[in-house]
């Protein structure tokens, strides 16, 4: 079993992490498959792209349009749209349903399955793999005779951080 002390160091937001290099992996590998794939991420994709990475924490259209309208006058709520639609295609972010938002995909090289786990306190979105659980899921699907045209899991409670902080104020 893992201790707060060990899942912490793991953690996006912990001392440890380096969110610029995480943010520019990012766009490395969107630019990336956008080129093996033969579409483009032009450059109003590419500034959505990097707006949703800034952080951790899912982001809103409307937010996203608020922010990009310095850069790009006459962004529209369309002109967002259309860019989060294309990159969700691209399987470059993900949308979180339950906060009608969306974060960045960490694991954007590949189709994979979704735990998006969602702190109510900080508002950040760390996406894990939880192979063990969509394994379990999948077999209770087959069982029931249940076809998944996707998966995807949200998880609101405490991150690893915001416990640590209120694990300090006692």
Sequence with gaps: MTTLAEASLNHPHSSEHDHKKCVSEALDTAEHLCVVRGVQLTPIRHQVLELIWDSHKAVKAYELLDRIKPL?????????????????????????????????????????????????????????????????????????????????IEVHGICIKCAALYDDQD
């Design 72 to 152: 790009q006058n006459a962004a529209k709520p369309a002109t967002i749209y259309r860019a989060l639609d294309f990159l969700m295609e691209q399987g470059l972010i993900h949308r979180v349903e339950s906060l009608n938002a969306f974060v960045g995909c960490s694991s954007s090289g590949h189709q994979h399955e979704q735990l998006l786990l969602i702190c109510k306190h900080c508002n950040e979105v760390e996406e894990r793999p939880a192979t063990e659980v969509m394994q379990a899921l999948s077999q209770e699907f087959d069982q029931a005779g249940f076809i998944v045209h996707s998966k995807a």
